[in-house]
Every structure is written in structure tokens, then in C-alpha cells.
């Protein structure tokens, strides 16, 4: 049993001793218990205990139509969120405490009742009529701006400072930390914290040495004292008047111009542009291109590459096979050019005894009667304009070889090539034909080293 002196008013000093409970009072026997104000010593068992020795029971009595009262704060058990401030009867009083309420109004009614208006202290809560204060609403490693009611990364530059000369001084700004300015015009020695002129001898000049950070002139006494250890200045030379002479690439005016300082060495290339149209870099040397890829025929005379389709297509069909290659069914632009079309194709399976022709890139299926070559009129691809072969190549009407017998007109708008004897045809006259009618190979063509 817990004792606890207390001044209560004689009627609930009474009323407590009525109740029993565990409860003895003891105090001035002359003095009536049922007199106002009078101090007695309460004797409690349980939790009331806890509650009464904390408070002075008449601060929280109250005068009812039925008498003296207690301002207590109501708990109901299980629900601590309803707890409301009551009046009871003193008879009462123990009962309730027992049970948990609590002398006195309750603290709250809701959370707003316990807010302080601040927030870097955390949301507080109303909980058993009693104010909890809240936690701290940022995450580990954020600060907390009460003026601006939010977590920030900082609140003043300190908070931003990692602890480094060398790459300015950081700053907070509006709760941002935000990097610094490099301090130091030429190098930075991080260790002291120092702006330096120099780290070592070659960021100085000839003759001129480095020494703690600083640039200093010195003499030489051989070649070895102005040597910086770089290849591809040349070879620094000591002078008879003690200076440091530099030299020249060495790599420069040879047939290997390319300097590589990290091999310490002179190459042909170092890329492809290092080297000619027809060439390429490969491993810092200049080698040739081949003039065209596998199953391509080179011309020397154009510098283009041909080859022939797949056998017994249409003319549409053997133009979509060459687009397809980046190339045109071929352009003829005069009579060596034919011949040599001719001489290389139709002997290695371009045309057959049943079908002595081949397709060529002349049409007139865009405007009746009028002969273009599809080279100059569509573009294949790979950023070519419309005639993709080089400037000053015929036009469609330079060069043609009809047969004597071909009209040209009507509906036959996609010519080919004759490759052998036929009377009254001679190798190499071409006809215009209708496209479905005829199905063999065409000649391909398009400039070499793409």
C-alpha cells in the first residue's frame, strides 16, 4: 500500500472513506472529516494510487446539483480514442481510476487540441485524452527547415561542405546543396589545401624545374637535366649556355606523320580519314580497299561494280533485287560501255538460247515514249539524290543501241540487252519489251568502294 497526503474537501473525504475500497484515511482526529479543506493522508491500493499521489483532489472538484463532483478524464477500455472529461460522483472516484481514467479534465479531445504548431518536432496525437508528441517527420541524412515547414537537403552551407579543397566551396541553396567553384587557376594541391603553379617539371617551362608547387628556373649540365620524358615534343637538348633547347615532332615530314605518346612511336594512320578514298586504317597502317565486294565485277573504265541478278525475273523484279543491294539496274552511257556489258554478262549465265537477253535500266513506264534511266530518276538509298552516278554522265537520250527494228512505242516501256546472234539482231541492240512477258537477269550496277 502507497501513501500520498493530498487536501480534499471533507464531504469527498467522506465520500472515499465511504466507498472502502482498500482506501484509510488517517489525519487530526479533532478534526471533522466532514469539514472543508482538511488535509488527511489517503491510503489507496491499485493503480489510483498512481493517479491521486499526483494530484490535489480539490483543484478537480466541482459543485453539482447532487453535491460535490470529480473532474475526471473518462477512458473507456478498449476504445482510448473516445476519452472524454466527466463528472462523478466522489463514491465513484476509485472505481474509475482502477480502471484507468484519470483525474482531472482530459489533456484532448482530438489531435488538434495537442498541435504545437511546429514542425520539424513531428504530428502529435490525442491518445486516452492525453497529448503524445510526434516524431521527427525527416529521413536520416535531410534537415529539417521550420521556417519553411519541409525536409531539406541542408539548411545553411556547412550541412553541404564534403570536406574538399580542391573542388570549391559548396553552398546551400534554398535547401539544395549545390557544388562548388574550383578555387585554382593551373593545379590544386589537395593535401594542403593550396592553389599550386606546378606538379612536376613539365608543367613548367624549358629549364624551369618544379619545387613545392612552384615553378623555378634552373640550369642544365647535360641534355638529361631538360628531358620531360614526352616522346612526341622530340628530344630536348641542353645548350652550351646551360638553357633547355626543344625540339620538333619527330614523326613529322616522315612517312609515318602520326606521333602515338603513349607507345612513344611514329604510324602511317591513326584513323581512316588518315588515309586515301580507297584505303582504310588497319592497325596504323594505310591499306587498300578492295574495289568491290565478293561476286562483283569491277569496270575500270566507269570505276563501278556490276554483277547479274537472279535468273528469270521481271524487269520490276530485277530493279527491286538491285535496290535492295544499294545499286540500279545499269546505267549505259556509250558504246565501250555496252560492249562491255555485253562481253562480261552473257557468257556466264546471264542469257540463255531460250532467252538471249538481259535486263537493262532504261524505261519509258514514267512518261510514254520518253527513255530516262531509272539511276538518274530514282534514289536507292544511302543518302544518294536522284542520278547518284558522278556529274557529266549522258543523259537518257546520249547514248542508245536500238535494234532496226524496234519502234520503241506502245506498251513495251522496260528494254533489254541481245547477247547473241539472232537475225536480224545483233549482239548488244536492245528492245523494248512488256515486263511480264520476259522474265531473265538484269545487270546491276553501282560505284565501287561503298
Not at 231 to 249: K, L, P, R
Not at 315 to 339: F, K
Request: net charge negative; aromatic share 6%.
Amino acid at each position: 500500500m502507497r501513501a500520498r497526503n493530498v487536501r480534499l474537501s471533507g464531504a469527498i473525504a467522506a465520500s472515499l472513506l465511504a466507498a472502502g475500497c482498500g482506501t484509510e484515511f488517517t489525519g487530526d482526529p479533532d478534526v471533522p472529516i466532514a469539514s472543508p479543506d482538511v488535509n488527511v493522508e489517503v491510503n489507496v491500493e491499485g493503480p489510483a494510487v498512481d493517479v491521486i499521489q499526483e494530484t490535489t483532489v480539490d483543484q478537480v472538484v466541482v459543485n453539482g446539483e447532487d453535491g460535490d463532483q470529480v473532474v475526471i478524464c473518462h477512458i473507456p477500455p478498449g476504445h482510448p480514442e473516445t476519452a472524454s472529461t466527466i463528472t462523478v460522483n466522489p463514491s465513484a472516484l476509485v472505481a474509475h481510476l482502477n480502471h484507468g481514467d484519470s483525474l482531472g479534465a482530459c489533456e484532448c479531445a482530438s489531435d488538434a487540441d495537442c498541435d504545437d504548431a511546429r514542425f520539424c518536432n513531428g504530428y502529435e496525437v490525442c491518445l486516452a485524452g492525453a497529448c503524445e508528441p510526434g516524431d521527427n517527420p525527416c529521413d536520416e541524412g535531410e534537415e529539417c527547415d521550420e521556417t519553411a515547414d519541409a525536409c531539406v537537403e541542408c539548411r545553411e552551407n556547412a550541412d553541404c561542405d564534403d570536406g574538399l579543397f580542391c573542388n570549391g566551396a559548396e553552398s546551400c541553396v534554398a535547401g539544395v546543396c549545390e557544388d562548388g567553384v574550383e578555387p585554382c587557376d593551373l593545379f590544386c594541391d589537395e593535401n594542403n589545401d593550396l592553389c599550386i603553379e606546378c606538379l612536376s617539371d613539365s608543367d613548367c617551362g624549358e629549364g624551369v624545374t618544379c619545387a613545392d608547387g612552384e615553378c623555378t628556373a634552373s640550369g642544365c649540365t647535360s641534355d638529361a637535366d631538360c628531358d620531360d620524358e614526352l616522346f612526341c615534343n622530340g628530344a630536348e637538348a641542353c645548350s652550351v649556355n646551360g638553357e633547355c633547347v626543344t625540339s620538333t615532332d619527330p614523326c613529322a615530314g616522315t612517312d609515318t606523320p602520326f606521333c602515338i605518346e603513349a607507345e612513344s612511336t611514329c604510324v602511317e594512320c591513326v584513323t581512316d580519314s588518315d588515309c586515301a578514298v580507297d584505303e582504310e586504317c588497319n592497325c596504323s597502317v594505310c591499306i587498300a580497299l578492295p574495289i568491290c565486294p565478293s561476286g562483283w565485277i569491277h569496270n575500270s573504265a566507269s570505276n563501278h561494280c556490276y554483277r547479274l541478278t537472279a535468273p528469270l525475273l521481271t524487269w520490276h523484279q530485277a530493279e527491286e533485287e538491285a535496290v535492295a543491294a544499294g545499286a540500279h539496274l545499269v546505267t549505259i552511257n556509250d558504246a565501250s560501255e555496252n560492249e562491255w556489258v555485253l562481253n562480261t554478262f552473257w557468257y556466264i549465265g546471264g542469257a540463255t538460247d531460250e532467252m538471249p537477253l538481259l535486263w537493262i535500266g532504261f524505261t519509258d513506264q514514267f512518261t510514254e515514249g520518253h527513255f530516262e534511266w531509272i539511276g538518274e530518276v530514282v534514289d536507292p538509298g544511302d543518302g544518294w539524290d536522284g542520278g547518284w552516278w558522278e556529274e557529266g554522265n549522258p543523259t537518257s537520250t546520249s547514248y542508245t543501241n536500238w535494234h532496226s527494228a524496234d519502234d520503241n512505242t506502245g506498251l513495251q516501256d522496260y528494254v533489254q540487252m541481245f547477247t547473241l546472234h539472232e537475225s536480224p539482231l545483233t549482239p548488244g541492240v536492245w528492245a523494248d519489251m512488256e515486263t511480264d512477258d520476259h522474265e531473265t537477269s538484269g545487270v546491276i550496277e553501282r560505284p565501287s568502294n561503298w
